[in-house]
């Protein structure tokens, strides 16, 4: 038992004291890139210190997404990083619904935050925005209505 923990303590010495530091990833226009899926939906992400400005496919957030839901749903990752109104956002999407791409976009409004500034990752992280949501549309079978959907039974 005496040889397990001098062992314990010969590994603990031996392992590296702390995480490598990340490095920001910034490109020559001050930008962070990064992608965001959701669903069908794909998001390309650059962030930017600015004014709080987000444009999504040439259009305004407020226009490209009309429902106060989905644009809570993007704002949420400067909420939780204390970095509302400090940085410009600019996303094209494409592929599924409006539902999908707010999603994408808020992954990849996330991941590119974490790549502008690394210590904003334990509370992303914290919060679940950094987690690719897997969730797709079930295919439908042969046999069946929908994916799971029976067709209606008829005694006679």
Not at 91 to 118: C, D, K, M, N, W
Request: glycine share 8%.
């Amino acid at each position: 038992m005496a040889e397990d923990f001098s062992a314990l303590a010969d590994l603990k010495a031996a392992a590296p004291e702390a995480a490598p530091v990340r490095e920001p990833k910034i490109d020559a226009q001050g930008r962070s890139y990064a992608t965001g899926k959701r669903k069908n939906a794909i998001a390309r992400v650059w962030v930017k210190p600015g004014s709080g400005k987000i444009v999504v496919n040439g259009r305004a957030l407020e226009v490209y997404f009309a429902r106060p839901v989905l644009r809570m749903l993007i704002n949420q990752p400067f909420q939780v990083a204390n970095r509302a109104g400090q940085f410009d956002v600019v996303a094209t999407v494409t592929g599924g619904g409006l539902s999908g791409q707010a999603g994408a976009v808020r992954h990849g409004i996330s991941r590119a935050l974490t790549f502008y500034e690394p210590a904003l990752r334990s509370p992303l992280k914290a919060s679940g925005f950094l987690t690719r949501d897997s969730r797709v549309v079930e295919r439908k079978k042969y046999g069946k209505a929908k994916a799971r959907r029976s067709f209606q039974f008829s005694k006679r």
